[in-house]
Every structure is written in structure tokens, then in C-alpha cells.
T-cell receptor
């Protein structure tokens, strides 16, 4: 079945550590997105990528980095520069960034907790 | 600044009640409005609205868009405990970014 797989589901990080969240899709979608979800704040865009080897900052990119070396994969690294990383992270994809009319397909999310 | 505002933020009802969730938006380049249901993890797609006044229906759920007044409502009739979830409203912007602007979400709890 086609879909988006995020791993791990739960992740604990010590302060000062970098961690990488995985996002893989087999939908042959061109565009991929990373969102952060905090209680009462909805989803906020971190980074997005419209094609392989290209990505753009979203609204809250500080303290995060991404890569898009393959069409299927869009990993997100939460760096030690991110001051408040505890949140629920959602990865999404769409057929293309110019035709997102049917919205996204979402992964199941990764819950990151800083301990 | 583009923004989407949902109300109420939370709602508690009993099975059988009808609920109306609201979504208003202010964006520079509107393309479509989307409703999602999020139970635990991944949001699942409910409706996409692009034209004013055309109701979309799926079972007990329905939604309509008013592009003049810049809002949408999501109605759920005869609510069931399985309707308990966070309901997200999002607006797709025009252009080629594919970005969605999300509202804060409405948390609905349906009690037996």
C-alpha cells in the first residue's frame, strides 16, 4: 500500500543533542513537507521541498535542517539550536506543489520529547 | 500575514447532538479550503472546498464555504463517540509552493 512512513513514533532527546526524524513515501509525490504541532497552535510549517535536491524554509525553520537527496525521503534534523523542540512532528506529501488541491497525505507523526 | 482561525477551540457534546465548527481565514491568495480529522496521529482528509455556496456531504458530515465572508463551517449531525477528535481547517495558497495554512484546530469530545 502506498503511504508515508515516519519513524520513530516516539523519540527522546537530551538537551544539546541533534536528532533526525525519518520520513519516507512511496506515493511518487514530488512535494514533501514538515510540520510541527503544539497544543492549541495547529500545524506550523518548518520546511518544504518541491523537487529533489531543493528545499525552502517554512515559517519556523530556525533550529532545523533538512535534505532531499531522493524523491522518496525527506529527513528532518532537530539541532541543538532549536530551543523548544518538544512537539509532535508531522511529515506530509502532495503530488506536486502546484496541484495540492486535494491536500496532503500525512504520516503518523513522531513525538519528540526533550529530557 | 496569512492566518486561519477556528472556533470554538474545544467543545463537549453528548451523543446525538449536532455540532457546527467554524473556520475563518485571511489570506492573500486563496486557492482552496480543506477540513481534516485528527484522532491520534495522522490527520485524515474530510473535504476540499473551492466554490462558495456548494455544500459537500459525507454521511453525517457536511461543509460549506463562503468566499465573500471568508469562512467555512463543518457540521456534524447525530454525533457519535467516534467523532471525538481534533478537526483541522487549512487553506491552500495559490502559487507554486503548495503550502497549507492551518488553524489551531477544534477539539471535539462526544460523551455517551
Amino acid at each position: 500500500d502506498g503511504g508515508i512512513t515516519q519513524s520513530p513514533k516516539y523519540l527522546f532527546r537530551k538537551e544539546g543533542q541533534n536528532v533526525t526524524l525519518s520520513c519516507e513515501q512511496n506515493l511518487n509525490h514530488d512535494a514533501m513537507y514538515w510540520y510541527r504541532q503544539d497544543p492549541g497552535q495547529g500545524l506550523r510549517l518548518i520546511y518544504y521541498s518541491q523537487i529533489v535536491n531543493d528545499f525552502q524554509k517554512g515559517d519556523i525553520a530556525e533550529g532545523y535542517s533538512v535534505s532531499r537527496e531522493k524523491k522518496e525521503s525527506f529527513p528532518l534534523t532537530v539541532t541543538s539550536a532549536q530551543k523548544n523542540p518538544t512537539a509532535f512532528y508531522l511529515c506530509a506529501s502532495s503530488i506536486s506543489s502546484t496541484t495540492p488541491n486535494y491536500g496532503y497525505t500525512f504520516g503518523s507523526g513522531t513525538r519528540l520529547t526533550v529530557v | 500575514e496569512d492566518k486561519v482561525v477556528q472556533s470554538p477551540l474545544s467543545l463537549v457534546v453528548h451523543e446525538g447532538d449536532t455540532v457546527t465548527l467554524n473556520c475563518s481565514y485571511e489570506v492573500t491568495n486563496f486557492r482552496s479550503l480543506l477540513w481534516y480529522k485528527q484522532e491520534k496521529k495522522a490527520p485524515t482528509f474530510l473535504f476540499m472546498l473551492t466554490s462558495s455556496g456548494i455544500e459537500k456531504k459525507s454521511g453525517r458530515l457536511s461543509s460549506i464555504l463562503d468566499k465573500k465572508e471568508l469562512f467555512s463551517i463543518l457540521n456534524i449531525t447525530a454525533t457519535q463517540t467516534g467523532d471525538s477528535a481534533v478537526y483541522l481547517c487549512a487553506v491552500t495558497l495559490g502559487g507554486n509552493t503548495g503550502k497549507l495554512i492551518f488553524g489551531q484546530g477544534t477539539t471535539l469530545q462526544v460523551k455517551p
